[in-house]
């Protein structure tokens, strides 16, 4: 079973920065995708940004320019630097890892694994 430790978060003013880190363990396959999700009440989750084992990264628009992602995989850890902070950037933010099985040196099949969740305030 692969375990997500998150950590960062909180609350800041409109403008501020914050820092979330995600640090998987346990895995058995390939991790080929490390990234963030968010979700607020009443919406569906979302992608915020990803980043798969050759750095190749993907950011949802409205955060483009704001937010960076990276990740160090000597540590199977996964950053989320927040910049420029809006108050539509309120979620529970969530770390995403897909590992990748390899079946038969034919096959690949993936598996989805979520952290808990933590919450990013962004006061106006």
């Known amino acids: 079973q692969v375990r997500l430790v998150e950590s960062g978060g909180g609350s800041v003013q409109s403008g501020g920065s914050l820092g979330l880190s995600c640090t998987a363990s346990?895995?058995?396959?390939?991790?080929?995708?490390m990234g963030w999700y968010r979700q607020v009440p009443g919406k569906e989750r979302e992608l915020v940004a990803t980043?798969?084992?050759?750095?190749?990264?993907n950011y949802t628009d409205s955060v483009k320019g704001r937010f960076t992602i990276s990740r160090d995989n000597a540590k199977n850890t996964v950053y989320l630097q927040m910049n420029n902070l809006e108050p539509e950037d309120t979620a529970v933010y969530s770390c995403?890892?897909?590992?990748?099985?390899?079946?038969?040196?034919?096959?690949?099949?993936?598996?989805?694994?979520w952290g808990q969740g933590i919450q990013v305030t962004v006061s106006s």
């Open positions: 980043i798969d084992t050759r750095s190749k990264t």
């Open positions: 995403y890892v897909q590992e990748m099985a390899a079946v038969s040196g034919h096959h690949v099949f993936p598996f989805d694994h």
């Open positions: 346990g895995s058995m396959f390939v991790i080929y995708i």
